[in-house]
């Protein structure tokens, strides 16, 4: 059954606490399906995966906890973007190589960690807090523009990948969890 784009919006507040704005903005990400029409000709989406969306489980700390020693980069997609998560994999990975604002000994760290970590920093990015994509950082910021060299996210992306980060409303931009700040926080 199809619903309007304001209906999913509600269902999306009800169940993940999300205002209409924000809905709205993940909606049209195309992560709930590509809204389709009624015989009306209205623009809908299919309530069964507006739903399936909505009740995504938030990202389980203790596992990436357990999965990343050194954390994981969180990139928020900027408000003022458009994500489109049927686009190529490619084109995603070249969209999240940035160029980002990493502060020099941010970028000690993650070339570091990179090194001590199999050759590879995990990175996923959000929408109104769900995940949206994800990808391997395997090189920081060599050409000077603060761009990341990016490949395809690990197996740890098949757990992550279709889950919420709620970590409260705005933040940075790209934002480093660390496990032992996770742990201090709960």
């Not at 999306?12 to 009624?38: E, Q």
């Not at 203790?62 to 928020?76: E, N, S, T, W, Y």
């Not at 996923?124 to 000077?144: L, R």
Request: charged fraction near 25%.
């Amino acid at each position: 059954m199809l619903i309007s784009e304001r209906e999913a919006a509600a269902i999306l507040a009800a169940y993940a606490d999300l205002a209409r704005t924000p809905a709205r903005r993940l909606l049209r990400t195309g992560i709930a399906g590509v809204p389709g029409r009624d015989v009306t000709g209205r623009l809908g989406y299919d309530r069964d995966a507006v739903e399936a969306l909505a009740r995504r489980a938030v990202v389980d700390e203790g596992r990436l906890h357990d999965m990343f020693a050194f954390g994981l980069l969180v990139a928020r997609i900027s408000p003022a973007q458009d994500w489109d998560v049927s686009a190529p994999a490619d084109e995603q990975r070249r969209r999240l190589a940035g160029p980002w604002d990493i502060p020099v000994l941010r970028h000690v760290g993650l070339t570091t960690f990179v090194r001590h970590n199999g050759g590879y920093f995990p990175l996923m990015a959000t929408v109104s807090g769900f995940v949206v994509a994800g990808a391997d950082i395997v090189e920081p910021c060599t050409d000077g523009q603060g761009r990341l060299i990016l490949t395809r996210p690990g197996t740890w992306f098949e757990d992550v990948g279709k889950s919420r980060w709620f970590r409260g409303r705005g933040g940075a931009p790209l934002d480093w969890w660390q496990p032992a700040a996770a742990s201090r926080a709960g």
